[in-house]
């Protein structure tokens, strides 16, 4: 099966480039031909594909203004002519990824007849939709224009998605929120994979050692690329809160990105440098799952995720999660069972005393960790392949 995908642009490896990339080499090994159309890859994601030369990369505006909603809509423009050389292409099917909306009425109108078209729903724009008010706060002095912009975009997205021959989503809660966006009922779910492999307990430890921390010292692991919506700072809140009750906490941050000036100046502030330990950006995933098996407990703080991977993540590492209720955590957290699910209004105190209640009971915890690394085995990419073959495939 040759597939031509479109995905607007790789810019780092975040979660959503993280996941395209292990979707393209895993449907390849499964014998499928993917080729990429975007408008420009970034030098650190090109590696990562198993077959590069299956990359056409555009070269379209590559340079980024730094402003999230100026370059969000010059990758949806830039979408036109990804779609007009998807339908160029010759392949019958075809699938667009993330934002890159206005490629599918290009592509059903210039295809050949019979071409399938699928939207590959990420997550419907989070500025129409959910958090119209926020954005409008954060862009003053110009934030007045949001709603209108807000409201025909929205009726640009739908009108271009009513146009998809079917669409997907990651998780429950967002199925539902497609279907009623896009007033639809053909929304499949097709959840990302998660690599099941454990590291090696005795490496775990190693790492302590070098670390500094004890084998009985309590640590607490979050991984996140290093911008505000995540709820880092709220982390680092935690570890010092944590730290009066439990002197010997630590806190362990992957990741980076640009708040990472900003947490570093809080981490002085509140006088945690001793118990805050950032990895910085980690290219190795085998890395990131040492940590995860080096931790004690996984929190994952970042609210109405899409999905939200690193929960199953730690997981298939035996750990357990803390995370808020909402979006894609009610499908990767099994609430008291694999984890514990906040109210996504929980303020510090709360998390604070779930955290100690769970740091001070570690058979419970232990138990946690088993039922998440079976959990996990739910997630595996060969289920993610296999469902993403079969929309494909319209079977």
């Known amino acids: 099966m040759r597939i031509t995908n479109v995905f607007p642009r790789f810019k ?66 830039c979408s036109l002519v990804l779609g007009w050389r998807a339908a160029r292409s010759g392949t019958k099917l075809v699938c667009i990824h993330g934002p890159a909306v206005l490629a599918i009425p290009v592509i059903k109108a210039f295809s050949k007849a019979g071409t399938r078209c699928i939207y590959y729903c990420y997550q419907p724009p989070e500025f129409v939709y959910t958090q119209t008010k926020e954005v409008m706060m954060g862009y003053r002095p110009l934030g007045y224009l949001i709603p209108m912009v807000a409201s025909i975009y ?25 279907r009623e966006i896009y007033r639809r009922d053909d929304v499949t779910l097709v959840a990302p994979g998660v690599e099941l492999d ?8 190693a790492l302590r050692v070098r670390l500094g921390f004890g084998a009985r010292q309590p640590v607490l692991v979050t991984a996140n690329k290093l911008i505000p919506k995540k709820n880092v700072d709220l982390f680092v809140r935690l570890v010092d809160r944590l730290r009066r009750q439990i002197p010997e906490v630590r806190g ?4 980076d990105g640009p708040q990472r000036r900003a947490l570093d100046q809080l981490v002085r502030e509140l006088g945690v440098e001793a118990w805050i330990h950032f990895t910085g950006f980690l290219p190795r995933p085998e890395d990131v799952r040492l940590y995860y098996r080096m931790g004690d407990l996984h929190v994952f703080l970042e609210k109405d995720v899409p999905f939200g991977l690193t929960p199953l993540e ?82």
């Not at 056409?56 to 423009?77: C, I, K, M, P, Y």
């Not at 454990?198 to 430890?205: S, T």
């Not at 362990?252 to 990741?255: A, F, H, R, S």
Request: charged letters at 20%.
């Open 12 to 77: 780092t490896l975040a979660g959503a480039e993280t996941f395209f990339i292990a979707l393209v080499n895993k449907m390849e090994t499964a014998g499928h031909e993917m080729q990429v159309i975007t408008r420009h890859v970034a030098e650190q994601c090109l590696p990562l594909f198993a077959r590069p030369e299956g990359i056409q990369s555009e070269g379209l505006l590559a340079w980024r203004s730094g402003n999230h909603l100026f370059d969000a809509g010059l990758d949806t423009l």
């Open 154 to 178: 929205g009726a640009l997205d739908r009108w271009c998605v009513s146009k998809a021959d079917h669409l997907l989503c990651f998780s429950t809660d967002y199925q539902r929120r497609c």
């Open 198 to 205: 454990l590291e090696d307990l005795g490496n775990a430890q």
């Open 252 to 255: 362990v941050i992957i990741g």
């Open 314 to 395: 730690a997981g298939a590492q035996q750990r357990a999660t803390i995370a808020f209720r909402g979006g894609g955590t009610l499908d990767t957290v099994n609430h008291e069972r694999t984890g514990i699910l906040l109210d996504p209004s929980a303020q510090l105190d709360t998390i604070v005393e779930r955290c100690r209640t769970l740091l001070d009971n570690p058979e419970r915890l232990e138990a946690m960790g088993q039922a998440a690394q079976a959990y996990a085995k739910d997630f595996s990419w060969d289920t993610c392949v296999s469902r993403f073959e079969t929309a494909m495939l319209n079977r």
